[in-house]
């Protein structure tokens, strides 16, 4: 079964700095999805991205998916008190159902 | 625009009680739903999915069952709850295979 290994944990970064997530598949990815989280609440869908090489910005977030399809980065540049929460990503594998990854905890400190 | 809803939002019931949490989604018609839960620091986990009415698939043997009695609505439940059943659930629907899965805001589920 396709799994998905999100890096860092956790992570506490000082307001104004960037920061970098990671998504590692252990097969192919053929859709990859970012999602953020507010603990005790819903996901919300950030981005998407299918093509090897693709990368898609949303605001201060860009989310690229390498050449090869099986690693996916997600990054914030000058976090904000508003980016922490729980970041997941997600990815396609076949009949209907995705698999995500255990999630990565940001904490920005103001 | 489509929206998905799941309720209630808490939920604290003793052991051996039934569940019923519901998720209704509306701006579209025969979505894939999805039924997770959740647990602290161990990403989401697939219980259920249906891809149309009364067909239901389940990923994980447990406690719980799901059903889809109408294309947009979802319901999960359980006759008799144990201490384990305690979690987060998250209902959710896609459009179609491989198609971005858009989620509820989640019910919290304290089995007492």
């Known amino acids: 079964s396709q799994e998905l290994e999100q890096s860092p944990q956790s992570l506490i970064v000082q307001e104004g700095k960037n920061l970098t997530i990671n998504c590692t598949s252990s097969?192919?990815?053929?859709?990859l999805y970012w999602y953020k989280q507010k603990y005790g609440e819903g996901l919300i869908f950030l981005m998407m991205?299918?093509?090897?090489?693709e990368e898609k910005s949303h605001e201060k977030i860009t989310a690229k998916l390498d050449e090869k399809k099986q690693q996916s980065s997600l990054h914030i540049t000058a976090s904000q008190p508003s980016h922490a929460g729980i970041y997941l990503c997600?990815?396609?594998?076949?009949?209907?159902?995705?698999?995500f990854g255990d999630g990565t905890t940001l904490t920005v400190k103001p | 625009s489509q929206t998905i809803h799941q309720w209630p939002a808490t939920l604290v019931q003793p052991v051996g009680s039934p569940l019923s949490l519901e998720c209704t989604v509306e701006?579209?018609?025969?979505?894939?739903l999805y039924w997770y839960r959740q647990a602290a620091g161990r990403g989401l986990q697939l219980l259920f999915y249906?891809?149309?009415?009364?067909?239901i698939s389940s990923e994980v043997p447990q406690n719980l069952s799901a059903s889809r009695p109408q294309d947009r609505q979802f319901i999960l439940s359980s006759k008799k709850l144990l201490l384990s059943d305690s979690g987060f659930y998250l209902c959710?629907?896609?459009?179609?295979?491989?198609?971005?899965?858009?989620f509820g805001e989640g019910s919290w589920l304290t089995v007492v």
């Open positions: 991205l299918q093509k090897g090489g």
């Open positions: 701006g579209t018609s025969n979505p894939n």
């Open positions: 959710a629907w896609s459009h179609l295979i491989g198609n971005t899965i858009y």
């Open positions: 249906s891809v149309g009415i009364g067909q």
């Open positions: 097969k192919t990815l053929y859709g």
């Open positions: 997600g990815a396609d594998t076949n009949a209907g159902k995705s698999t």
